[in-house]
């Protein structure tokens, strides 16, 4: 509650939800306090068929999310037996950890739930029914709710109830704001049938355009949205990065490994972030190679080649720098492509001829550099987000331009 642990699990739950049909209706925190709990289980019900809950399911004092929840529902704790041989496998057979009695009373439930056994951890989920509303009490471990959800609690949700169709098409942009690309699309957005709603999701440079389509006929839907797609594509082409629900740096992986190429970064204002998002996903070293975080004149001298001669001439901060730092990069790396970025982040730094948030990036290969100088106007952590994203968007814009080569 007071910002220390941020809350992941409602967004994950929120996105599972919605691929099977139900909308994520309202989002509450609430403290470790009794008289909180319960007003809260009594709003949402009262608005909600459908009442997730997470935390609280530990065995310290603090965790009272489980006595609260038996009182509500007028139960008495008892031992599940399951959850309890669960509970000795973790401790004995894994952990080899001698059973304490305050691990065994993770295995009490309310006698009047359905549990669901949770093999992820010590705490079993509980599955109440009250008025017709579905109450559901989870972990707040992360991998632990994830466990749950997708082995017991989606599946019986769809099971329980008469759940719509909904469908997502999504199309990432780059290189344009959100009031902009309104203005672009507005005649096509004022056009869409009641049952698609469109939703703008701006974030650090790009935006996603998120169609949603529901109704009862999955293909009915599918068809609809793809004729949608075909209307937009020619008003957002210049702008457009992919249709899919990626991300840049996934887009750009995606797009070398068609084309069977790598890339390598040469990084100094942005400190190997550039190469943290090329490698979040499984599979990324087939198209990145490595990279070199030159946030030091010496390293740039030292292993990417820049000449002294052009850092005292016109600093590090300059076209003739990330020049330097693409060749250098592709020279030690060995890599089809290389991203070079130098500029200054803030707070502090800057100069009358270079304010804080001049970035340079260069892109390039071999045969060809191509270079662009921005100006940012955030803090710190903005300036170095925007900077990677239009570094990577330079990268694919860059490699779309060349032709294909056959393989």
């Known amino acids: 509650m007071i910002g220390q642990v941020v809350d992941t699990n409602s967004a994950w739950m929120a996105q599972e939800l919605n691929k099977i049909g139900i909308w994520l209706k309202r989002k509450v925190a609430v403290g470790d306090d009794r008289a909180e709990i319960v007003r809260a289980l009594d709003s949402e019900s009262a608005i909600s068929d459908i009442i997730l809950i997470t935390g609280g399911l530990g065995p310290t004092a603090d965790d009272i999310t489980k006595p609260v929840l038996c009182e509500y529902f007028n139960g008495e704790l008892v031992v599940n037996d399951q959850a309890l041989a669960n509970i000795v496998h973790i401790f004995e057979k894994i952990l080899k950890k001698p059973v304490t009695e305050v691990n065994r009373k993770q295995a009490e439930v309310p006698d009047n739930c359905t549990v669901l056994q949770n093999p992820w951890g010590t705490a079993p989920a509980m599955w109440f029914e009250k008025n017709g509303k579905v109450f559901i009490s989870m972990p707040g471990v992360p991998v632990e709710m994830k466990g749950i959800m997708q082995h017991h609690v989606l599946n019986a949700l769809k099971g329980r109830f008469n759940l719509p169709v909904i469908l997502h098409q999504t199309v990432l942009v780059a290189g344009i704001g959100e009031s902009a690309l309104a203005e672009v699309i507005q005649q096509w957005e004022a056009a869409l049938p009641p049952y698609i709603k469109l939703a703008y999701l701006p974030h650090f440079g790009t935006v996603r355009l998120r169609m949603t389509a529901t109704g009862t006929d999955r293909e009915a839907l599918e068809i609809e949205l793809e004729q949608q797609l075909r209307r937009l594509k020619p008003l957002i082409q210049q702008w457009m990065v992919i249709d899919d629900d990626l991300t840049m740096q996934q887009a750009v992986a995606r797009l070398l490994k068609s084309r069977k190429q790598t890339t390598g970064t040469a990084e100094s204002c942005t ?43 016109v600093g590090a901060v300059s076209e003739e720098t990330v020049v330097q730092m693409v060749k250098g990069a592709l020279a030690a790396l060995g890599t089809d492509y290389a991203v070079a970025t130098s500029g200054i982040m803030g707070p502090d730094g800057g100069s009358e001829n270079k304010p804080v948030g001049t970035v340079w990036i260069g892109v390039g290969n071999k045969d060809k550099i191509v270079t662009q100088r921005f100006h940012f106007r955030f803090d710190r952590l903005r300036n170095i987000e925007l900077t990677a994203q239009n570094a990577l968007n330079m990268l694919r814009k860059f490699i779309t331009d060349l032709p294909e080569e056959k393989h």
């Open 271 to 313: 400190g190997g972030y550039i190469a943290h998002l090329l490698t979040m996903d499984a599979g990324a070293s087939s198209n990145f190679k490595g990279g070199v975080v030159s946030y030091d004149n010496s390293i740039k001298t030292g292993l990417l080649g820049v000449s002294e001669q052009t850092l005292e001439s």
